[in-house]
């Protein structure tokens, strides 16, 4: 048995909202997985700066000292010094690395967003279409019925 033709364009509306509804549900969920990764990005910044910071603190505490001591520990102190250097530089690198990979996951985040608002434009074009299909339909006059009769 054919389908009307109106059934169909309703039915093929409906399929379209539910498609847009589903793809609207993947990409909120797409959204928060991208900001949860922002924030792990931006967590690991802070503690590397924070590293950073203890590194250079602990640095500035070895500074040669102005009292006499003796040369045992002014070579301790130039090797603690020389570690404590290398640390630094290790800590910037992953500072560096750790500012990269906020910035890629920001990036991300944005594009997430991006395509979340794309998908709610189309859902409320859609709706507005919808609304204008349903308001013209109310428009159109009621068909009439014609009254045909038979021989007199």
């Given at each position: ?33 991208v900001r949860a ?74 594009e997430a967003k ?39």
């Amino acid at each position: 048995m054919p389908r009307s033709p109106s059934w169909s364009a309703c039915s093929a509306m409906a399929d379209r909202g539910k498609t847009l509804n589903r793809l609207l549900r993947v990409r909120e969920l797409q959204l928060n997985m991208v900001r949860a990764d922002e924030a792990r990005a931006q967590t690991k910044l802070d503690s590397e700066r924070t590293l950073r910071e203890r590194i250079a603190a602990l640095a500035d505490n070895v500074a040669p000292a102005r009292a006499p001591s003796g040369a045992l520990s002014l070579a301790a102190a130039a090797h603690f010094r020389d570690r404590l250097h290398r640390s630094a530089e290790a800590a910037d690198m992953r500072l560096k690395i750790a500012l990269e990979t906020l910035e890629r996951a920001a990036e991300a985040t944005r594009e997430a967003k991006r395509d979340h608002s794309a998908i709610e434009k189309l859902i409320e074009r859609e709706a507005a279409e919808q609304a204008v299909k349903v308001i013209r339909a109310l428009e159109e006059p009621p068909p009439v019925r014609k009254f045909r009769h038979g021989p007199c």
